[in-house]
């Protein structure tokens, strides 16, 4: 196991990083930007240093820095967190080059998986259903209209090294494929500086639903189970459960083997996610894209397995076996979580940074609450709207929505608007609570 560590990440997962190398005493190093210099969690660090001004693109992606800072700390790893360069295969090259281990996959399965046209070749190789669409990235509108009259609309516009739900257009016809097309580019170009683009059919009512895998680097793979991340505000995820209250024994069972067969396939190490579209009407699942980091829902999977994700991934990259085979793994009970965003639900989700006036987090049996938050903190414009993270773990799902519905309710963070107004609101919609929605719920039932 490492003795020393850097965390190239910020806020909650930084600390929740932290807190994992604290119990098994591996010292850490925090870098920051100038504007997250007040984080408290900088305090439980082993050392600190400075890496840049606020922007990230000068601070937390900015990798000479964050290799300098290494090389200075004398980290024998780095742990990238979710976000930032946690899927930057150029990034985990350098660390390579450099001789520190990179807290994830390999250089070569994060290539194959970070772009989803190639990652969805692999599925299709490793006989896992893809959502039908163009095998390569279109090269012109021609192609585009093509695709989509074989397909038939509607289609769904996605960009190839897409994220956050950025670059995704949904066209119902020739014409507003057309006006799509070069809108999806250019976001797609200036969120990730390709604006390649492919095209898929567009899933009418799905579900969400992951499975999360562990890989050593010695040829064993296990997953974790799935969790259901259906409720989604512009594709972004909001509420997220484990197990999946859509799926019986027997799809839980073949989604779970499809993602094994597929992250086989790419050979893929450490932990990470295979996310599909689930049609419950048909019983039909389609991959849509891996996820080659620790997601932020990660805890559901933790309350359910009783494993920290943080630690298996340690141990992984530190070349240590899998200390589990699949019979090991006993997901009990059901776990839930919701994501607190410094935003304005009803507002279109505006972001809303600014000093946190006064901050008591919810606690008591079965509750986590992942913040790194404080009262007289001052949330920063320039990341991740994310502010906390609510975990419940109870016996079955209606026990977990009681707890919520109390974490919520009992939940005091003043100062800026969050999305808890909203998520109590779901809590208590009718079709939430007997299980019955899809990935448009929000947008659907919600004025926001
Ligand atoms: P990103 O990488 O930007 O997060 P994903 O491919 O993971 O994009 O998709 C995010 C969300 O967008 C999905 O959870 C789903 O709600 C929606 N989505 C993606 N592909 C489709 C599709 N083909 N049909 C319908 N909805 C889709």
Redesign the pocket.
């Known amino acids: 196991m490492f003795s020393r560590i850097l965390i190239a990440n910020r806020g909650e997962i930084a600390l929740r990083i932290m807190r994992t190398c604290k119990r098994l005493g591996i010292e850490t190093v925090a870098v920051y930007s100038q504007a997250d210099r007040d984080a408290l969690y900088l305090g439980m660090a082993d050392h600190t240093i400075c890496i840049g001004p606020p922007h990230p693109a000068k601070s937390y992606l900015y990798i000479k820095n964050i290799i300098a800072a290494a090389e200075i700390a004398d980290v024998e790893a780095i742990h990238p967190g979710y976000g930032f360069l946690s899927e930057d295969a150029h990034f985990a090259d350098i660390c390579r080059s450099c001789k520190i281990t990179f807290v994830g996959p390999s250089v070569e399965a994060m290539e194959l998986m970070g772009n989803?046209v190639r990652a969805r070749k692999v599925a299709m190789s490793a006989g896992v259903p893809v959502?039908p669409?163009s095998e390569a990235p279109v090269a012109s509108d021609a192609e585009a209209r093509d695709w989509a009259r074989k397909i038939g609309y509607p289609v769904?516009i996605?960009?190839a090294m897409?994220?956050?739900?950025?670059?995704?257009r949904i066209a119902h016809n020739d014409a507003s494929l057309a006006s799509n097309l070069n809108a999806a580019r250019a976001e797609a170009h200036a969120a990730f500086g390709d604006g390649s683009l492919y095209i898929?059919?567009?899933?009418?009512s799905?579900r969400?639903v992951e499975v999360q895998i562990l890989a050593d680097e010695h040829g064993s793979i296990i997953h974790l189970g799935e969790r259901d991340?259906?409720v989604?505000r512009r594709?972004?995820?909001m509420i997220e459960e484990s197990p999946s209250p859509v799926l019986d024994r027997h799809a839980r069972a073949d989604i779970a083997a499809a993602a094994v067969r597929l992250m086989k396939a790419a050979k893929y190490t450490n932990a990470g996610t295979v996310?599909f579209?689930y049609d419950p009407a048909a019983k039909k699942f389609?991959f849509?894209?891996v996820?080659a980091r620790l997601q932020v829902e990660h805890p559901v999977t933790e309350m359910v397995t009783g494993l920290d994700l943080v630690e298996e991934q340690l141990r992984i990259a530190s070349g240590e076996r899998l200390r589990w085979r699949q019979k090991d793994i006993l997901n009990s009970g059901w776990a839930m979580e919701c994501r607190v965003n410094a935003e304005d639900p009803y507002a279109g989700f505006k972001p809303c940074p600014g000093p946190v006036t006064r901050y008591v987090p919810p606690s008591g049996p079965g509750v986590r609450v992942d913040s790194h938050l404080y009262s007289g903190y001052a949330v920063p414009p320039y990341y991740d709207s994310l502010v906390a993270k609510v975990i419940v773990h109870g016996r079955d799902r209606s026990e977990c929505i009681q707890k919520m519905r109390g974490a919520l309710e009992e939940f005091i963070l003043e100062g800026v608007k969050t999305t808890i107004p909203i998520l109590k609101e779901v809590f208590e919609h009718v079709r939430f609570v007997r299980g019955n929605y899809d990935?448009r719920f929000i947008e659907n039932e919600f004025k926001t």
Do not use: D, S
């Open positions: 989803k959502v669409g769904l996605k960009a897409g994220g956050g739900g950025r670059g995704m898929e059919k567009y899933i009418e799905p969400h991340c259906t989604q594709h972004q995820k996310e579209l389609y849509i894209e996820n990935t």
